[in-house]
T-cell receptor
Framework: QQKVQQSPESLTVSEGAMASLNCTFSDRSSDNFRWYRQHSGKGLEVLVSIFSDGEKEEGSFTAHLNRASLHVFLHIREPQPSDSALYLCAVSIRSGGSNAKLTFGKGTKLSVKS | AQTIHQWPVAEIKAVGSPLSLGCTIKGKSSPNLYWYWQATGGTLQQLFYSITVGQVESVVQLNLSASRPKDDQFILSTEKLLLSHSGFYLC????????????FGSGTRLTVL
């Protein structure tokens, strides 16, 4: 069964400093990775999707995937206080089936201080 | 543009009482629909998914049921709530297929006392 772990549990950075979040997964067949964020008490907002090794940039968010090491990273460039939220890593396998079943990590709580 | 609306925003219910949570998706025909649940301090886990009207698949058994009475509507319900049902319920939609992005609603906070 897929296990997804995120680190650190919480992270505080100053406004404008790079924030780096880590996600590890256990199933080597995984090939579908997404980063979401959740502001307190709200729904999830998709930030970036990545399907092959390397980097994928969406605005100030860059995902970096290394499937051999079972890691996917999220880097947030010049974060603002409004970026303070819970960041969730979601992993799945593109099996061709009809269920987009995501396995989520517990999240990293990011606080950006001005 | 697609919109997803969940109701209610929050519920406080007694153990043993019934529950009905709803979700409506506008602007997308025949989407896949999902229910996810997040216990306090826990991880999000998928409960149900549906690829078409009238068809719902259960992923995790939590003494809950789901129905899709219309193409754009997904309902989560139970006749008897348990304390363990407390948490945050999220509805999501995606394009058909197993590898599409899930787009989530704003959720319902359920507290069972």
């Amino acid at each position: 069964q897929q296990k997804v772990q995120q680190s650190p549990e919480s992270l505080t950075v100053s406004e404008g400093a790079m924030a780096s979040l880590n996600c590890t997964f256990s199933d080597r067949s995984s090939d579908n990775f997404r980063w979401y964020r959740q502001h307190s008490g709200k729904g999830l907002e998709v930030l970036v999707s990545i399907f092959s090794d390397g980097e994928k940039e969406e605005g100030s968010f860059t995902a970096h995937l290394n499937r051999a090491s079972l890691h996917v990273f999220l880097h947030i460039r010049e974060p603002q206080p409004s970026d303070s939220a819970l960041y969730l890593c979601a992993v799945s396998i593109r099996s061709g089936g009809s269920n987009a079943k995501l396995t989520f990590g517990k999240g990293t709580k990011l606080s950006v201080k001005s | 543009a697609q919109t997803i609306h969940q109701w209610p925003v929050a519920e406080i219910k007694a153990v043993g009482s019934p529950l009905s949570l709803g979700c409506t998706i506008k602007g997308k025909s025949s989407p896949n629909l999902y229910w996810y649940w997040q216990a306090t301090g826990g991880t999000l886990q998928q409960l149900f998914y549906s690829i078409t009207v009238g068809q719902v698949e259960s992923v995790v058994q939590l003494n809950l049921s789901a129905s899709r009475p219309k193409d754009d509507q997904f309902i989560l319900s139970t006749e008897k709530l348990l304390l363990s049902h407390s948490g945050f319920y999220l509805c999501a939609w995606s394009l058909p297929g197993g590898s599409e992005t899930l787009y989530f609603g704003s959720g319902t906070r359920l507290t069972v006392l």
